[in-house]
Every structure is written in C-alpha cells, then in structure tokens.
C-alpha cells in the first residue's frame, strides 16, 4: 500500500514498493556527480537506515558496522538506503546480470575505480530502474508491505565502500512523544482562551485500524520531547496545540509505515492564531492538502470567535526533521513534496 514510481521520461508499469529496493546488481547515479559525493551521499543514507526497524523492532540495530557481512541480506535497510539516495536525487541504474556477476568477483578498491567513472555520467551503463518524481503525489498508486528478509539484489554502491570507512553508529535513546489523539469538542472550542493556538484539520479515506493514519509532528530542539498530532480517524479535527512549525511526519499502516523525515511540508502557527492544515486523504488523486475551507468552516460554527480569525496554513515544502525522531512508529522513509499553490 504505498507509493507509486513515475520516472521523469518513462512510467514503470507498477508502483515503487518503498519496503524493497530494486532488483539486480544496482548503483547509484546522478549527473555531474563525483565519487567523494557518491560515497558522502551513501554515508548518510546508511545512517539513516540504520535509524529503521522493520515494525518498530530493534532488529536493525548494528547495520552500518556489519555493513559487508549482512546488509546486502537485510532487505528492509537496503530498501531505506536507496530511498534516502532517490530522496537525494540519485537515480538508480541496473547493470545486465553478466556484468553485475563479473564486478562481484572484485574486491572493494576495484569496485570503486569501476563506478568512478559511471557515478556522474549522464549516460551511464546500465537501465535507468529509479529516479525521484514525488512518488506519494499519487496515493492510488501509494504502495508499502512489511519488509522481505531476502535481498532481490546486490548493490554495486555498497560493495565499492570499505568497511574502515564506516564509524560505529549508536541509535540515539527513544525518547516518548507527547501524543494528541483527540480534537477539541464543540463546547471546548467555544471556551478557547484567546491565546490558544488551534489547528483545523481534516483526515478522509482510511482509518488507523484499516492501514492509514497520519502523524504531524512540531518541530523541537535535539533532546526535547516530540510532539505528534496523530490523526487515525476519518473527521475534521480541531486541536489545541502549541505554537511553532508543524510537518507532516509520517504516514502509518497496520503492517508498515512511512517516517517523511527526508522532506515534507510545514506551516508555522503563532500563538492565538487559528489555522487550518487542509485536508489529507490517503486514497484520493493527491495526498494533500486540499485547502478548500468548507471543513474548517463547518466544525468552528459554533465557535464564531474562532471562526472570525481562521488562516490557511501557508505551507511550505522542504522541510526535514531528523530521522531518529519517532523512529518506533515507522519502519521505512522517503520524502513527499505537497502540490502548494
């Protein structure tokens, strides 16, 4: 259930499976790049997975330091390695298996002189497999499964790498997030103090318990205590929250769920101010938000006060959060630019 691939020239003939990296003997690619930006780029991206558990578990904990020895078996980290190089403008290319099969034979120096020349071309050898498009703007196309233990391929990028290259990682400590679950009834609303800070949003299409809900997180300093609005029930909700930015964190299944802590929109909220997020609709031709007010509109009527200084949020894209944040919710991570006017 999540995410569909559109490349920018061709169309794959199914959606990108976010829980799977791509079959074959691949490496990463983008135009004018160097082997030191391929290699930092990988870095990162292996950092990040490591963040990633498969259904919130702690199996993952280790990738980076067994790079070589297992990570090339362990599908789900191979699968949020090539998100984070999608997510970072990487195309993914996939040589013909008697290619891929006689650079196996080399060891990792020879690897890497191999792709020195290949990482920057534009026209590099192999099938163009994977390039970024925004693959959440469509969601019937919205695609993601519990992770595969099993490998359908072997990445050429992470065989070129030396385990020396790699510090140890440490995941950092969970910490709790506040979370806000329930909106502001009717009688509530008509009570807000007028410093109070409320956001109108609205959720259609799905339900936590039938595979989708949406998670909104504000952003907070490093150590700080996270705040999520998790929305798991198709209504409009009108909660009290604490002013600052707020982003789309993540969207989460029964079975899987994505953290967007690679990019996503954000919108600022002050304090006393009345915002409306739009709506998110998980089975609908676009994600979100739809601005129109009619949501809004209707659940402060019988809150005039409110209603009379009700915005819309000006959202903005781009927004990135760190991708240990929340990470026992979400199994696997990308990124999603909205459709903003």
Not at 23 to 28: L, P, V
Not at 314 to 323: D, F, V, Y
Request: a negative charge; proline letters at 8%.
């Amino acid at each position: 259930m999540l995410f569909g691939l559109l490349a920018a020239s061709f169309a794959l003939a199914t959606p990108a499976d976010l829980s799977r990296a791509s079959s074959g003997g691949t490496y990463f690619n983008r135009p004018g790049a160097d082997p030191a930006s391929h290699d930092a780029d990988l870095k990162i991206c292996l950092a990040v997975a490591e963040n990633f558990s498969p259904l919130g578990s702690n199996a993952w904990q280790g990738v980076v330091q067994g790079l070589l020895a297992g990570l090339q078996n362990q599908q789900a980290a191979r699968a949020n390695i090539e998100n984070c190089m999608v997510a970072r403008r990487w195309r993914v290319i996939r040589l013909p298996d008697d290619e891929a099969a006689e650079l196996a034979k080399l060891d990792h120096t020879q690897i890497h002189d191999r792709l020195a020349a290949w990482v920057g071309s534009q026209a590099p050898p192999g099938e163009i497999v994977r390039v970024w498009d925004n693959d959440a703007s469509n969601t019937t196309d919205i695609q993601l499964k519990t992770a595969s233990y099993f490998a359908p391929g072997r990445s050429i990028s992470m065989a070129a790498l030396s385990p020396d290259d790699f510090p140890a990682v440490e995941r950092p400590r969970f910490v709790k997030p506040k979370l806000i679950m329930k909106g502001l009834d009717p009688r509530e609303l008509s009570g807000a103090p007028p410093e109070a800070s409320i956001v109108v949003v609205s959720f259609v299409g799905g339900n936590l318990f039938h595979g989708h809900a949406f998670a909104f997180g504000r952003q907070v300093s490093a150590g700080a205590q996270p705040e999520v609005l998790l929305l798991g029930k198709p209504r409009v909700y009108a909660v009290r929250v604490n002013p600052g930015v707020w982003r789309l964190e993540g969207i989460l299944g029964t079975t899987a769920s994505l953290s967007l802590c690679l990019g996503s929109p954000a919108f600022e909220i002050g304090p006393g101010e009345v915002v409306f997020a739009g709506t998110f609709n998980v089975y609908g031709e676009s994600l979100g938000p739809d601005m129109s007010p009619g949501p809004a509109k209707e659940i402060l009527a019988s809150a005039p006060e409110l209603l009379s200084r009700l915005r819309p949020a000006h959202w903005q894209n781009g927004s990135t959060a760190p991708c240990s944040l929340n990470t026992e919710f979400y199994s696997n991570v990308y990124a999603y630019d909205a459709p903003i006017q």
